[in-house]
């Protein structure tokens, strides 16, 4: 029997290595490989925005993970998400936002959600997809976004325990206020796994895990 194949596009290297456990873990059977450009977050970063030059090389970095025999793409930076979107009429395979499945998840959990982000061109994007999934399915949603100003810096530069510090202290900030709590990028979410259950008040949802559990209803 062939296995299904599976790309991913990542702006970040230092994502490869939790997607790679996750698909052992839950996707054992899948072939998976990786293509992964971490210019095209720089110049999001760098522009403050996702420019058109920027949102075709997204596209392009698709169509090549399709050319090498892809059955399946998942794109696992939520920045860049409105590129993705673009892409899905154009590819012959689906493809997906990483965000995708935990912004259908949120929406089903309560009506008042937290957004937390370490950049802003990722939470305006991730809002908006949840927002536009409510509305798909019916349900209305409030919606309160922090932005963890620096923390992406930090992880960046190596300095994991900055950034922890500084979503686990948005994580208990909005867990009194809100009914679910969305992660709004991949790279928050080791975070999670380092709470203590005072911590978790109210659920939080991470992008990769639940990206990977619906991949896996669908290969």
Same mark, same amino acid.
């Given at each position: 029997?062939?296995?299904?194949?599976?790309?991913?596009? /990542? &702006?970040?290297? %230092?994502?490869?290595?939790?997607?790679?456990?996750?698909?052992?873990?839950?996707?054992?059977?899948?072939?998976?490989? /990786?293509?992964?450009?971490?210019?095209?977050?720089?110049?999001? #970063?760098?522009?403050?925005?996702?420019?058109?030059?920027?949102?075709?090389?997204?596209?392009?970095?698709?169509?090549?993970?399709? @050319?090498?025999?892809?059955?399946?793409?998942?794109? &696992?930076? @939520?920045?860049? =998400?409105?590129?993705?979107?673009?892409?899905?009429?154009?590819? +012959?395979?689906?493809?997906?936002?990483?965000?995708?499945?935990?912004?259908? /998840?949120?929406?089903?959990? +309560?009506? /008042?959600?937290?957004?937390?982000?370490?950049?802003?061109? &990722?939470?305006?994007? &991730?809002?908006?997809?949840?927002?536009?999934?409510?509305?798909?399915?019916?349900?209305?949603?409030?919606?309160?976004?922090?932005?963890?100003?620096?923390?992406?810096?930090?992880?960046?530069? =190596?300095?994991?325990?900055?950034?922890?510090?500084?979503?686990?202290?948005?994580?208990?900030?909005?867990? +009194?206020?809100?009914?679910? #709590?969305?992660? %709004?990028?991949?790279?928050?979410?080791?975070?999670?796994?380092?709470?203590?259950?005072?911590?978790?008040?109210?659920?939080?949802?991470?992008?990769?895990?639940?990206?990977?559990?619906?991949?896996?209803?669908?290969?």
């Amino acid at each position: 029997m062939a296995y299904k194949k599976l790309g991913m596009v /990542h &702006t970040s290297a %230092a994502l490869v290595p939790m997607f790679e456990q996750l698909c052992q873990k839950i996707l054992p059977e899948i072939d998976l490989f /990786h293509i992964t450009d971490d210019s095209l977050i720089k110049d999001v #970063i760098e522009r403050n925005a996702l420019t058109p030059a920027t949102s075709r090389r997204v596209v392009e970095h698709i169509a090549s993970a399709e @050319s090498a025999g892809a059955d399946y793409i998942l794109v &696992t930076c @939520s920045s860049i =998400g409105p590129a993705v979107e673009a892409a899905i009429p154009l590819i +012959g395979v689906p493809v997906l936002r990483v965000d995708q499945p935990m912004a259908d /998840h949120a929406v089903k959990m +309560g009506g /008042h959600i937290g957004v937390i982000a370490t950049l802003p061109t &990722t939470l305006a994007p &991730t809002a908006d997809l949840i927002r536009r999934r409510a509305a798909a399915a019916g349900v209305s949603v409030e919606i309160t976004e922090r932005l963890c100003e620096g923390a992406f810096q930090a992880w960046i530069t =190596g300095d994991t325990e900055k950034h922890d510090a500084m979503v686990q202290a948005a994580l208990k900030e909005l867990a +009194g206020q809100t009914d679910v #709590i969305a992660l %709004a990028q991949a790279s928050m979410a080791r975070v999670v796994e380092r709470l203590d259950d005072s911590d978790r008040q109210v659920p939080i949802l991470a992008s990769p895990p639940l990206a990977i559990d619906y991949l896996k209803t669908i290969l």
